[in-house]
């Protein structure tokens, strides 16, 4: 089974308005989560990471929360633009493995 | 500065015949995996390895074999290909496998008839 799991296959927003891409995971001994953004034809390249002794990461338009109570983490995006439109991968590392959940289409409507 | 480049990036197989895939990175990096990514199933993880001559198991490592001779270059077998290995092959690489990003080559789109 896998660690972590994105239960949403898509999401849909309209250009301007907050993306929240949603990862549960289930193995409480990881040092970090990563997310991955992937267009079409082309490989997954990283955006973002929260390691295990925080609570938010932010850069830029992203933001990654960590609620390690409810074993869930989220990716903000604001403002979305049509650009983020991608397949969005959670990843997680506990030391020399990096796995991945099911992935996330966000598109961004114009 | 190439990265990770995988070849070939598309090849079709009988069921029954072996290939080889390679990746090479320019990177320097000790970190290397192999994942397939499928529709509904994400990117998994099939093999991957910790510095030159390790290999180890990763989540769906059934059907394939590894080899990592020189630091620089990961490769990945199927011996016998079956219908169940097409897919889209992802190989990446890093510095470290903790916080340091991953890179990802292209893909190599395998379909096995």
């Known amino acids: 089974d896998q660690q972590v799991k994105q239960n949403s296959p898509s999401l849909s927003v309209q250009e301007g308005r907050i993306s929240i891409l949603n990862c549960d995971y289930t193995?409480?001994?990881?040092?970090?989560f990563l997310w991955y953004k992937k267009y079409p034809a082309e490989g997954p390249t990283f955006l973002i990471s929260i390691s295990s002794i925080k609570d938010k990461n932010e850069d830029g338009r992203f933001t990654v929360f960590l609620n390690k109570s409810a074993k869930h983490l989220s990716l903000h995006i604001v403002p979305s633009q049509p650009g983020d439109s991608a397949v969005y991968f959670c990843g997680e590392t506990s030391g020399s493995r990096l796995t991945f959940g099911e992935g996330t289409q966000l598109t961004v409507n114009p | 500065n190439a990265g990770v480049t995988q070849t070939p990036k598309f090849r079709v197989l009988k069921t029954g015949q072996s290939m080889t895939l390679l990746c090479a990175q320019d990177m320097n990096h000790e970190y290397m995996y192999w994942y397939r990514q499928d529709p509904g199933m994400g990117l998994r993880l099939i093999h991957y390895s910790v510095g030159e001559g390790t290999t180890a198991k990763g989540e769906v490592p059934d059907g394939y074999n590894v080899s990592r001779l020189k630091k620089q270059n990961f490769l990945l077998g199927l011996e016998s290909a079956a219908p169940s290995q097409t897919s889209v092959y992802f190989c990446?690489?890093?510095?470290?496998?903790?916080?340091?990003?991953?890179?990802f080559g292209q893909g190599t789109r395998l379909t096995v008839v």
């Open positions: 193995n409480s001994m990881f040092d970090y």
């Open positions: 990446a690489s890093s510095h470290r496998g903790w916080n340091t990003e991953a890179f």
